[in-house]
Structure formats: structure tokens, C-alpha cells
């Protein structure tokens, strides 16, 4: 059996709990034994919690994460104990050392898998395999202990078509004649930079056609992002909303172009969605998801504002049929089949690698 265990599932909708649902539902649907663990399943406190956050700000730490990690990560050494699994996929650091701690000579230990985009150093003891979603990390860690695979996002077998866009404006309020600029982040200050990104936009003066699509969810630092944003208003249209995974084809649906504008990312399943639904996509020419991607996007240079509206109109021009191959594309290279047996076959070999050890 695999487990797939994180506490922001049916708690919160980032990047995260969507990667691991969606994998989840991939192993399913080939008859592979699986369980999918979250806040429903096993108690943890939320780290959002206003009591949380009071007493972080008190001590000026991040208690919230640690605590809600830590109450999980113990619940969940329980559940492992219960049920034998043999792999462990989770995505949080944090989880696997306090599992690690108590059950690391523990007979019927699973093969403890930590899928991750961020920088991976050395020793990282307490997993058996490293998934790694970016793929330049990956190339500089292959000697590292422990082993480390690559394995990227994936766009999902029963993957939501596309609807016209004038539906899909319709559904989320916007008007027909719009050009909509896709922004798919999070609502906060700092890693996919949105206030830097709309400051920048506000700049290079817009026509009043345009409409900057921001999809994502609330934070800790969203009343801050907006009240800055709010200053914007007078120079540039945006309008913010929050969907459900489900829900997301209507975003791509009615969006003229995609922006991402985070300098460190992981992967960029914004990226690859908005390339499988036909979308331009644009991105700093300093960003890892450039080795991903490669000739897929349009890079812009940060520090010139000009380029960024030049290439922002001369994405509404690149014929359908440009598109459309670049959507094959992606779906050929990141289809759930070839991750899943990425997957299966860095257990498998793990898995004999161990044997031999154990013998």
C-alpha cells in the first residue's frame, strides 16, 4: 500500500494538496493500493488559526507551521504503525523528521518519499528517495544521499476540457470584451511575487481593455497585498477569485494570457496547465521553470518594463496552431502515465536496493 499523507488535505488548496490529490487519484485509477491522508483523517491544529497566528506573532516565530506539522506528523507515525504501508509519499520536511524519530528502527519502517521543488541539502537522513520536481535541482543533486528521481507535475488523466470563453466569463463576471492576464498565485508578498508583478504592470500603461485575472487563495498576507494593490486601482483593472481545483478550467478557459512572475518555483503547475489549455505564458527570463519549459514560454527581462508590454502583445497574436502544439507537447512530456511509472519503478528499485541491504 501507498500513503499520501499531508494536513492541508480538505484544509487548503495550494500547489501542495493538489499535486498529492491528483496523484492520488492517477494511482487509483490503475488498481494500485493506495490511501490519501489529510485534516479529516487525522487531527492536527490549523496553522491559520487565528490562536496560531497570535502566538506566533508573539514570540515572533512560526509556531503555527511547526505545530501543525508536528501534531500531524505524530498522528500520522501512528496510522503507519496500524496499517504497514510499504511507501510513504509526503511533501513536507517537517513531517519526516518526526516520523523518522520515532520509527526509524522500527521493523515495518515504509519507504519514505519526500516530493518536493525546493533545494534539497544534504545529508536528508530521515527519507529514503527524493522526488524532485525541478528538474536544474534535480541535475545539480543526482550524487546526493539519498537518492534522488525526477519526478515533475502532471496534467491529469481525466483532465477538464477547455469551455468557450465566452461562457467562462460569464460564469466568473467578466466582461466578453476584456483582455484577460491570467495571474494563478496565492495572495501574498513574496514567493510568486504578485505586488511586484501588478506594480509592474500598473507601469507600462495598459489600455483600459485589459483585466488582470488574480486566481488563488487568502493568507496571512493577503489584507496587506490587497491594500497595496487598492493603491493600483486608478492605473490598472484586476479582479481577484478563489476556485476549487474543478473550477480552474474556467479561469484558463477565459484568459487571454498567463503570467507568472516568481523568480524560484519548483515546477509551475500554472505553467503547464495554462500551456495545456492554449495559453501563452510569460515568465521572467531569470526563472527556473525556464529550464522546464524551455522554448514553451516568453521570457521578459525583470528590469525592463517595455519588454514586458511587448510581449504581452505580441502574445495575443501567436496563431491557434502554434498553440495547440504546444499543448501536445506538454501532454506528451508530463502525461500521468510516464510520472506514475517513474514513480513505481524508483520503489521497486529502492525496494530490492534495501533487500539487499537488510540480507
Given at each position: ?40 483523517d487525522i487531527y492536527s491544529p490549523n496553522m491559520d488559526s487565528k490562536f496560531l497566528k497570535y502566538i506566533s506573532s508573539i514570540f515572533k516565530l512560526n509556531l503555527g507551521y511547526k505545530v501543525e506539522m508536528g501534531i500531524f506528523a505524530l ?285
Amino acid at each position: 500500500m501507498i500513503i499520501l499523507a499531508s494536513p492541508g488535505i480538505g484544509r487548503r488548496n495550494r500547489g501542495f494538496e493538489s499535486a498529492l490529490q491528483l496523484l492520488f487519484e492517477e494511482l487509483q485509477l490503475r488498481d494500485i493500493e493506495c490511501k490519501l491522508l489529510g485534516s479529516r483523517d487525522i487531527y492536527s491544529p490549523n496553522m491559520d488559526s487565528k490562536f496560531l497566528k497570535y502566538i506566533s506573532s508573539i514570540f515572533k516565530l512560526n509556531l503555527g507551521y511547526k505545530v501543525e506539522m508536528g501534531i500531524f506528523a505524530l498522528g500520522l507515525t501512528i496510522q503507519l504503525i496500524i496499517t504497514r504501508p510499504r511507501t510513504l509519499i509526503i511533501m513536507d520536511p517537517a513531517i519526516a523528521k518526526t516520523i523518522h524519530f520515532f520509527i526509524k528502527n522500527y521493523k515495518h519502517k515504509p519507504i519514505t518519499i519526500l516530493w518536493n521543488g525546493g533545494p534539497i541539502k544534504p545529508p536528508y537522513y530521515y527519507v529514503d528517495l527524493v522526488a524532485q520536481t525541478n528538474i536544474l535541482l534535480f541535475q545539480e543533486s543526482k550524487s546526493f544521499e539519498p537518492s534522488q528521481f525526477y519526478l515533475p507535475h502532471f496534467i491529469p488523466t481525466n483532465f477538464h476540457p477547455k469551455c468557450s470563453a465566452e461562457i467562462a466569463r460569464k460564469l466568473l463576471g467578466i466582461n466578453e470584451d476584456k483582455i484577460v492576464i491570467l495571474c494563478v498565485s496565492a495572495v501574498n508578498e513574496t514567493h510568486k511575487q504578485v505586488l511586484t508583478l501588478f506594480t509592474q504592470l500598473s507601469n507600462i500603461n495598459l489600455s483600459d481593455r485589459y483585466l488582470i485575472l488574480l486566481v488563488g487563495n487568502l493568507g496571512s498576507e493577503s489584507h496587506s497585498v490587497f491594500e497595496n494593490l487598492k493603491l493600483l486601482k486608478d492605473r490598472l483593472a484586476w479582479k481577484h477569485i478563489t476556485l476549487q481545483s474543478n473550477e480552474m478550467y474556467l479561469a484558463y478557459s477565459a484568459a487571454d494570457v498567463s503570467i507568472l512572475w516568481s523568480k524560484k518555483e519548483g515546477f509551475g503547475m500554472c505553467i503547464l496547465e495554462s500551456i495545456c489549455y492554449e495559453i501563452p505564458v510569460i515568465v521572467r527570463a531569470e526563472s527556473d521553470v525556464n529550464a522546464t519549459f524551455q522554448e514553451l514560454l516568453i521570457t521578459v527581462s525583470e528590469s525592463d518594463s517595455s519588454d514586458l508590454k511587448q510581449k504581452i502583445e505580441q502574445s495575443l497574436h501567436i496563431s491557434p496552431v502554434e498553440l495547440k502544439a504546444k499543448s501536445v507537447t506538454v501532454q506528451n512530456k508530463f502525461s500521468a502515465t510516464s510520472v506514475i511509472e517513474a514513480l513505481i519503478t524508483s520503489i521497486e528499485d529502492y525496494s530490492k536496493k534495501r533487500k539487499i541491504y537488510e540480507n
